[in-house]
């Protein structure tokens, strides 16, 4: 019904920049919230950013003032601009989204497949 296409994870050095970007694509009437999760080994999935549909934001405590995530609704897009990184903030990086999907017109909620950020010292 939905498919999510991740992009723009990879190897970077402390206090460089990332810019990841998630597109959705098919059976899709609109989206609502948008966000990212990351992920470690061991560890829970936890939210680093979430966009809502008025374009209000909320960040995690460890990402506020480095990372920002916007939203292009005209191409169902979400990003999440991140500087400063850290070594911290290695992980595996999935987008997650809110969506009314045509073929039922009910909500629905999807994850991208996931892009590894990985950041040394």
């Known amino acids: 019904q939905v498919q999510l296409v991740e992009s723009g994870g990879g190897l970077v050095q402390a206090g460089g920049s990332l810019r990841l970007s998630c597109a959705a694509s098919g059976s899709i009437f609109s989206i609502n919230n948008m966000g990212w999760y990351r992920q470690v080994p061991g560890s829970k999935r936890e939210l680093v950013a979430i966009v809502f549909t008025g374009g209000s934001t909320n960040y995690a405590s460890t990402v506020k003032g480095r990372f920002t995530i916007s939203r292009d609704n005209a191409n169902n897009t979400v990003y999440l601009q991140m500087n400063s990184l850290k070594p911290e903030d290695t992980a595996v990086y999935y987008c997650?989204?809110?969506?009314?999907?045509?073929?039922?017109?009910?909500?629905?909620?999807?994850w991208g497949q996931g892009t590894q950020v990985t950041v040394s010292s």
């Open positions: 997650n989204i809110d969506v009314i999907v045509r073929d039922d017109w009910k909500g629905h909620n999807y």
